[in-house]
T-cell receptor, first 117, second 115 residues
Framework: GAVVSQHPSRVICKSGTSVKIECRSLDFQATTMFWYRQFPKQSLMLMATSNEGSKATYEQGVEKDKFLINHASLTLSTLTVTSAHPEDSSFYIC?????????????FGPGTRLTVL | AQTVTQSQPEMSVQEAETVTLSCTYDTSESNYYLFWYKQPPSRQMILVIRQEAYKQQNATENRFSVNFQKAAKSFSLKISDSQLGDTAMYFCAFMKPSNTGKLIFGQGTTLQVKP
């Protein structure tokens, strides 16, 4: 099956610093990737949709200047949390769609736990 | 806007027994996809089963099957012969193909399989 990786799996940083999270599709090309945020024992909240070679589309209420998304290739998307603060601490998950059809299945990465001190 | 509702925050089942997780959704669309994802303690999201709305036949994957009632906007998941490894949080999700393919998730149901 399709495999999506994320790096790092967990990161601890000081308040005010920036953190970059990578999402890679290992055995397929992903024209579209998605970034989610999940709080403990809660559902996944979509942050943005990322298409290769174009600007990401952010969901309402998500600060695009704080959560910078880059999708420079068909196998890599990055999420940078800029000037992180404790309230940004969360579990961040990416997913990648294998095909061109919007109905194609999304495969999820293992997630990144971000802790901001 | 589409919404997905899972009304059972927590459920438990004895090993080898059968359990059904409920999911309802609200949409005015006629063509869409529905999914069940599993999130075990490792937090890796795993696709369990997928249903296309235009298909009347209920999807099945080994011990997992769904009861898709389009008119009632209901999409329940049945797990047969429950195993300890089925312990996880289960999310029901809706996707409208014309909307970039983004998933709308329900609140989740935590399932505990007891030995």
């Amino acid at each position: 099956g399709a495999v999506v990786s994320q790096h790092p799996s967990r990161v601890i940083c000081k308040s005010g610093t920036s953190v970059k999270i990578e999402c890679r599709s290992l055995d397929f090309q992903a024209t579209t990737m998605f970034w989610y945020r999940q709080f403990p024992k809660q559902s996944l909240m979509l942050m943005a949709t990322s298409n290769e070679g174009s600007k990401a589309t952010y969901e309402q209420g998500v600060e695009k200047d704080k959560f910078l998304i880059n999708h420079a290739s068909l196998t890599l998307s990055t999420l940078t949390v800029t000037s992180a603060h404790p309230e940004d601490s969360s579990f961040y998950i990416c997913s990648a769609r294998e095909g061109q059809d919007t109905g194609d299945t999304q495969y999820f990465g293992p997630g990144t736990r971000l802790t901001v001190l | 806007a589409q919404t997905v509702t899972q009304s059972q925050p927590e459920m438990s089942v004895q090993e080898a027994e059968t359990v059904t997780l409920s999911c309802t959704y609200d949409t005015s669309e006629s063509n869409y996809y529905l999914f069940w994802y599993k999130q075990p303690p490792s937090r890796q999201m795993i696709l369990v089963i997928r249903q296309e709305a235009y298909k009347q036949q209920n999807a099945t994957e080994n011990r997992f099957s769904v009861n898709f009632q389009k008119a009632a906007k209901s999409f329940s998941l049945k797990i047969s012969d429950s195993q300890l490894g089925d312990t996880a949080m289960y999310f029901c999700a809706f996707m409208k193909p014309s909307n970039t393919g983004k998933l709308i998730f329900g609140q989740g149901t935590t399932l505990q399989v007891k030995p």
